[in-house]
């Protein structure tokens, strides 16, 4: 009993990826999403995964928050939507690594896809991720109420927490920031089909101001909201957004605002 136990275990750590991914592709995902304890002198900086079903590799760091980031977006497809038409303009706003981006491009590659992400590191990441698929334009900034400055608030943060708050212009950290409105204009977006945001406590800012120039325009939302962050930020997206007629319904950490 104590030899098969192992290996049973070792079945079951398998089995869920496999069966998501089939063989290959699945016992590959395990090995480099999951490295044995005591091999960590031996993890890459970054690792490459290929999915079916996904048209080009994903780049990601073992052993940091894009290991959950993945999972939730190709395993348990968070950012999977059940909609009513063919998205044509969508926007990733607090990108990351680019793993939501890669997923739309995938699901509608017809779709004109703008990301965007503040942080250096990521936005490396960012680039190499999405460099082979011509629908996918990026930009490092942060969404934001209005063009004025901000900076990174936590920059020893983990990878897929960073914030962002109000900065003096002459800041070295300090750079311009991007509402919506503008980077509307900027990529010549006449519609937003999806608006993806999980920016940290942002979102508070953003539907506290200036959403009005936009807001209207915007079909879906896809949203994760940060109360332990920005208090009260539930509160002030929900109470915006119903005065737009907006539906709202949960998936995974994803709050989902539809207009019928």
């Not at 995902?29 to 490295?35: I, M």
């Not at 996904?54 to 977006?73: K, S």
């Not at 109000?166 to 311009?176: E, L, N, T, W």
Request: with cysteine; charged share 25%; glycine share 4%.
């Amino acid at each position: 009993m104590a030899v098969w136990k192992p290996i049973t275990q070792r079945f079951s750590n398998y089995y869920p990826y496999v069966r998501k991914w089939g063989l290959r592709h699945g016992v590959a995902a395990v090995r480099k999403l999951f490295p044995e304890a005591g091999s960590s002198d031996k993890t890459p900086v970054t690792t490459t995964l290929s999915l079916p079903h996904i048209r080009h590799p994903i780049n990601l760091r073992p052993r940091t928050a894009d290991i959950a980031t993945f999972l939730a977006v190709f395993f348990e497809e968070e950012y999977r939507l059940e909609l009513r038409f063919e998205p044509k303009f969508i926007v990733d706003g607090g990108a990351n690594i680019g793993c939501v981006a890669v997923f739309f491009a995938n699901c509608y590659p017809k779709a004109q896809i703008v990301a965007v992400e503040p942080e250096n590191s990521n936005y490396a990441l960012l680039e190499e991720n999405c460099k082979d698929y011509a629908n996918i334009k990026t930009i490092k900034s942060a969404i934001w109420s209005d063009d004025s400055y901000v900076k990174i608030s936590n920059a020893t943060a983990g990878k897929s927490s960073f914030q962002v708050e109000p900065a003096q212009a002459q800041m070295d950290a300090a750079f311009k920031g991007l509402s919506i409105a503008t980077l509307m204009q900027k990529f010549n977006l006449p519609t937003i089909d999806i608006l993806k945001l999980d920016v940290e406590g942002a979102e508070k800012e953003i539907f506290s101001y200036n959403y009005e120039s936009w807001l209207d325009r915007v079909k879906v939302i896809v949203l994760e909201l940060h109360d332990r962050f920005q208090p009260g930020c539930s509160e002030v997206v929900r109470s915006v957004l119903k005065n737009y007629d907006f539906e709202m319904l949960t998936k995974g950490d994803n709050t989902i605002f539809v207009k019928p």
